[in-house]
């Protein structure tokens, strides 16, 4: 929700593009610094533990923002509450997908996830149009407060999530995921998400401070939106495919999409 309106509040702060962009960076440290040791927590104390901490942090990070709005005013402090809002990204979507696949068929498993999903692009789709929409009739504060409702929405839903007793991590299945990134099979979609991770980051942080410089008559709301709708789209169609052609197929397909984009 604070995806288009929170690069033109740093801006508004004084903040020069170069500024902008560490600034929100800070959201991408959080989410490294806190991402592995929340998979080991998801697999010793439960799926359900790990999303509670994301919302919980979705709920308090937009407060944060709000308390700068109303008192500070300070780049540097919004660089720490980035930080810190990085750790609900990080905490739910690993508990989220990891609870998808405790439930899904191998079988069926591309294409459950592909409608799990869903979600998604559903959120960014609705969530920064309306955030544009508050920043234009309201203030940055009103798009603050209402981020942080949705975020404490989430979690009073989260409590009513019914999971597996969690097997614990044993020392062994600690090291797997390095041993997996030796191979050709891990490390290249890694490779992968970094690039496709930096696209996106740049579009985050200056799709809509560039409508506003060029004068744009389009809210940046709905740059994203549109993007979340073809995404919606997309996960549809490709969700049950994967499992029958593979995933290789439609992994090349995105990036050719996302390279025409640019």
Known sequence: MTLPTLPLYLQDL????HQVGIVMGGFALGLIASRA???KLADQQGRKSVLLIGLGVAAVAPLTYLLNFAFFHSLLLMFLFRGIHGISIAAFTTGYIALIVDLAPPKHRGEIIGYSSLVHPLGVA???????????????????????AFG??????????RE??????????????????KTARLRIPCLIMVL????????????????????IDFSPGLFYSAAA????I???????????WGRGVFISLSLLFYTAAM
Not at 234 to 244: F, K, L, M, N
Request: one cysteine or more; hydrophobic letters at 50%; glycine letters at 16%.
């Open 14 to 17: 004084g903040g020069t593009p």
């Open 37 to 39: 040791w929340l998979g």
């Open 126 to 148: 609705i969530g920064p149009s309306l955030g544009s929409w508050l920043l234009n009739h309201f203030s940055h504060g009103s798009v603050f407060v209402m981020a942080a």
């Open 152 to 161: 404490l929405l989430g979690l009073v839903c989260v409590l009513n999530v």
């Open 164 to 181: 597996s007793p969690p097997l614990g991590a044993t020392s062994q299945s600690q090291g797997v995921f390095w041993g997996l990134l």
């Open 196 to 215: 496709v991770g930096l696209a996106f980051g740049t579009l985050a942080a200056f799709m809509p401070l560039f409508i506003k410089a060029e004068a």
């Open 229 to 232: 709708m073809a995404s919606f």
């Open 234 to 244: 997309g996960r549809v169609i490709t969700g049950g495919a994967s499992d029958r």
